[in-house]
């Protein structure tokens, strides 16, 4: 609400800055048009659909309309995830998934401490998170959660579809098969380090460079997409809490090792993060009515059909 409302009056300040008449039929008149992709995408749709007599056009690409009123499919966006690795290299999701589920059944069988967990995959010991008590809560973080939120960081860069792009590579690593599974996630978690933090390869993953601000922060978070780190990542959670739910989880079918998307969990994790906040995945969709496009006009949906929100 607050972020449309603020676009719409600093467009107005910036018309009345220029001078531009309010009048459409006059030639001093300065239309606007909104673009954006992903949630500013969904914002640019808003902006023109709420906002119609400010906005004239809106463009949004791969704007997550249905999935923030609740009617996707939960499995869909990690699924359309698998999809595009396994057309970005043949075999990939096989052997993320293989590897994937080798590392949990090594880690919970033959590690005791977290500390040789964290180790065993290239972490840094020294100021591991000190919230993450257990190797059970460590491969629900690291393994289950993390590694999927990074593919659809990558997913998402995957654009134009280049094998110079990470996603591909991601699936190399995975896919080389002389090195064990512990080795491929380790390299997996480097590239991670040197794709978003500029970290040599070398070097132990800090895993509190995905830690959100804020107390009782947790790696896994409310977008099981991805949080986000540090003020942003709380800024987003809270959101993603709130109204923006997102939800999407980890199917059978997917490359990841299933977990599927619980309101339940949800609510209980924001409840404990942010407390008392009103958890209402359903209020936009009714307030605002975007489940209905049929009185919309003037809106460009634009999807390179490659991405999560394909």
Not at 191 to 219: K, M, S, T, V, W
Request: charged share 25%; proline share 5%; net charge negative.
């Amino acid at each position: 609400d607050q972020a449309a409302a603020d676009a719409v009056n600093l467009i107005q300040y910036v018309r009345e800055e220029l001078g531009c008449s309010t009048d459409r039929t006059s030639r001093e008149y300065c239309p606007v048009i909104t673009f954006g992709g992903s949630y500013p995408g969904f914002l640019s749709f808003l902006l023109r659909f709420l906002y119609d007599d400010y906005i004239d056009i809106g463009y949004a690409s791969s704007a997550p309309l249905e999935l923030y009123s609740q009617v996707v499919n939960s499995d869909a966006y990690f699924n359309k995830v698998t999809e595009v690795a396994d057309i970005a290299s043949p075999g990939c999701a096989n052997a993320v998934r293989s590897t994937l589920y080798a590392v949990r059944d090594d880690l919970l069988a033959n590690y005791s401490t977290v500390h040789d967990a964290a180790e065993a995959l290239g972490f840094c010991t020294d100021n591991f998170p000190a919230y993450i008590k257990d190797v059970p809560e460590f491969v629900s973080e690291v393994v289950i959660y993390l590694v999927p939120a990074i593919f659809a960081d990558f997913n998402m860069g995957y654009y134009p579809p280049s094998p110079e792009r990470a996603l591909p590579y991601a699936c190399e690593i995975f896919q080389a098969s002389s090195r064990s599974p512990m080795e491929r996630l380790a390299r997996f978690y480097n590239l991670r380090g040197d794709e978003e933090y500029d970290l040599n390869r070398d070097e132990c993953f800090d895993l509190n460079l995905e830690l959100p601000a804020g107390p009782r922060a947790h790696i896994r978070g409310s977008d099981n997409s991805g949080t986000g780190n540090g003020l942003v990542g709380e800024m987003w959670e809270f959101q993603c809490c709130k109204d923006l739910i997102v939800r999407s989880g980890y199917s059978e079918e997917s490359m990841f090792i299933p977990r599927h998307f619980s309101y339940e969990w949800h609510k209980e994790h924001c409840h404990e993060r942010f407390p008392g906040v009103r958890v209402e995945p359903f209020r936009m969709a009714m307030q605002w009515g975007f489940n209905d496009l049929s009185r919309a006009s003037r809106l460009l949906f634009a999807n390179g059909l490659h991405d999560g929100w394909s």
